[in-house]
């Protein structure tokens, strides 16, 4: 099983932008898909991004589509989320999960877990 520690995260203007990692370790990574959820103060963690474990398929929220992009290095075991034109709404703790097969959408598809980093984004 992989552990997962995410960072990147920060405080950034409104129209800006944040790459976010996902350093995994184990030597099984490029087995497992990939995928980031956030929660935001006071609202349900949300889905927001996954990728296969090829990194040939991904799947994105509505709310992020055309402004984020999940890639994934399986030499680094690294998977990223570059985060650009952020909004005010995008403010949440991000989280990088990880599950053996195919891209899931939803949270309890994944039984591994970051600790989540903070991406505040100012008005």
């Known amino acids: 099983q992989v552990q997962l520690v995410e960072s990147g995260g920060g405080l950034v203007q409104a129209g800006g932008s944040l790459r976010l990692s996902c350093a995994a370790s184990?030597?099984?990574?490029?087995?497992?898909?990939m995928g980031w959820f956030r929660q935001a103060p006071g609202k349900e963690r949300e889905f927001v991004a996954t990728?296969?474990?090829?990194?040939?398929?991904?799947s994105y929220a509505d709310s992020v589509k055309g402004r984020f992009t999940i890639s994934r290095d399986n030499a680094e075991n690294t998977v990223y989320l570059q985060m650009s034109s952020l909004k005010p709404e995008d403010t949440a703790v991000y989280y990088c999960?990880?599950?053996?097969?195919?891209?899931?959408?939803?949270?309890?598809?994944?039984?591994?877990w970051g600790q989540g980093t903070q991406v505040t984004v100012s008005s």
């Open positions: 999960a990880a599950r053996r097969g195919v891209i899931r959408t939803l949270q309890s598809d994944y039984n591994t």
């Open positions: 184990g030597r099984t990574f490029s087995s497992y898909a």
């Open positions: 990728i296969s474990w090829s990194g040939g398929l991904t």
